[in-house]
């Protein structure tokens, strides 16, 4: 098969290749995933660029990317083999293995590879493991949100573009953190402010009356402490996928503590089996009713693997950088 391969950290156009590799087999209790499109989000990039705090090389050879989407060719042994034939998209694809799914197969546990719905495409499919899965859980962890007020940070990214529709359907207010107009109208979200220009605790006090917010969807815990410690309401919760202005930032202890605040720091890695499950029916009820919109970069094959990473790294599409296999 053909397949992106890198053997040592560095830059995109320096480490990566497209060479040929033996198709993998799927061992007891696998799927052997035909993939059509592959996703390539911000940890892909930074773990093949060794970025990651104390980073050595895992596996002698990786096949990057966790996230694709693609149809179930062979099941290995205890898998039902009316998956076979199955679209379906994929979750931690390269995370703690050695290949994911930047190649035309990946085999890997069957409960890794969900149903994906004819609804969907397999573009889109390749933006449910990481982003998809992040906002849902940053939004879901603890229970419905149906009338509460939720302020989504990054509104125009990955994550926070999923989560501003989540918590709609979910029937929370939305407010969202933006840099531009144009990243307003990307969010969808109906009530936003601009990061940049505006004063983003005065404003959101001012769109709620000076009651403030029930949750935070956190993209940045470091550089918006201040404001979300002054916006929570008492009892809410910051959950927080990512900090990386400051990865180890002074943390505001006794504010958090008498307001009563949960802080989750998340990693969607790492989901339970029982929360993941959860996720997935949940996304796949959406997907059903079409109710979600995705926001597809399309950035060309295996063979523009190098440039799909640099537009990542370069941070300004707007969407999820995908490639068709
Ligand atoms: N913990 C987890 O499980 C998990 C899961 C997914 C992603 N992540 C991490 O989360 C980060 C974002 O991922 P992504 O895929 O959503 O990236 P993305 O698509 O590049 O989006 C990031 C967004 O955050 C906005 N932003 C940056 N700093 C901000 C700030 N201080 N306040 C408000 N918005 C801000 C950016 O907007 P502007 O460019 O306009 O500023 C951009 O729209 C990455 O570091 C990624 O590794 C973690």
Known sequence: MKAVTYRSFGAAADVLQLVDLPDPVAGPGEVLVRVRATGINPSDVKLRGGARPGAVMQFPTVVPHSDGAGVIEAVGAGVDPARIGE???????????AFGTGAEYVALPSEQAVFLPDTTGFAEGACFGIPAMTAWYALYRDGPIDGQSVLVTGGAGTV???ACQMAALGGARVITTVSSD?????????EWVNYRTQNVTEAVMDMTAGAGVDRIVEVDFAANQRASLALIRPGGTIASYASASRMQPELDFYGFMFKDIRLHMLIVYQLSGAVRRAGEAQLTQWLQKNALSHAVVPAGGLSDVAAGHE???????LGTVVLEV
């Not at 679209?87 to 293995?97: E, L």
């Not at 537009?311 to 599409?317: D, P, T």
């Open 182 to 190: 144009a990243k307003a109208a990307h969010s969808g979200a109906s």
């Open 160 to 162: 926070g573009r999923y």
């Open 87 to 97: 679209r379906v998209w994929i979750w931690n694809g390269q995370w703690q293995r």
């Open 311 to 317: 537009m990542v790294e370069a941070g300004q599409k």
